[in-house]
Nanobody, 130 residues
Framework: VQIVESGGGLVQAGGSLRLSCATS????????IGWFRQAPGKEREGVSC????????LYADSGKGRFTNSSDNAKNTVYLQMNSLKTEDTAVYYC????????????????????????WGQGTQVTVSS
């Protein structure tokens, strides 16, 4: 199994970045892919999650209206388009693969807990300067 995040970098506040999460080695359409982030001294927090089979997408309040999560099943890749970036978005962004638990559990816990995720990437640094 491989999960590789890319697309992070340094950007000024108000700018945009597009993160990619390329995966291999598991049945992509059986999984949801979650984006989480972790800032120094803080816990990892959920940002967005997309179920690859039906594109049911969840967003944390922190990214609603600014972030767009999308999935390309042909490439086994998920993208996170981040617009209107703020300094508080600075963090290492990780994507993880969650075996789809059904709609109720997915919507209630998909962004709340990391322990249900089977696979993780190494993360990509996003730094937003003021």
């Amino acid at each position: 199994v491989q999960i590789v995040e890319s697309g992070g970098g340094l950007v000024q506040a108000g700018g945009s970045l597009r993160l990619s999460c390329a995966t291999s080695g598991f049945a992509f359409e059986d999984y949801a892919i979650g984006w989480f982030r972790q800032a120094p001294g803080k816990e990892r927090e959920g940002v967005s999650c997309i179920n690859n089979s039906d594109e049911d997408t969840l967003y944390a309040d922190s990214g609603k209206g600014r972030f767009t999560n999308s999935s390309d099943n042909a490439k086994n890749t998920v993208y996170l388009q981040m617009n209107s970036l703020k300094t508080e978005d600075t963090a290492v962004y990780y994507c993880g693969a969650l075996y789809y638990p059904g709609p109720t559990t997915y919507r209630e816990y998909g962004l709340r807990h990391t322990h249900g995720y089977d696979y993780w990437g190494q993360g990509t640094q996003v730094t937003v300067s003021s």
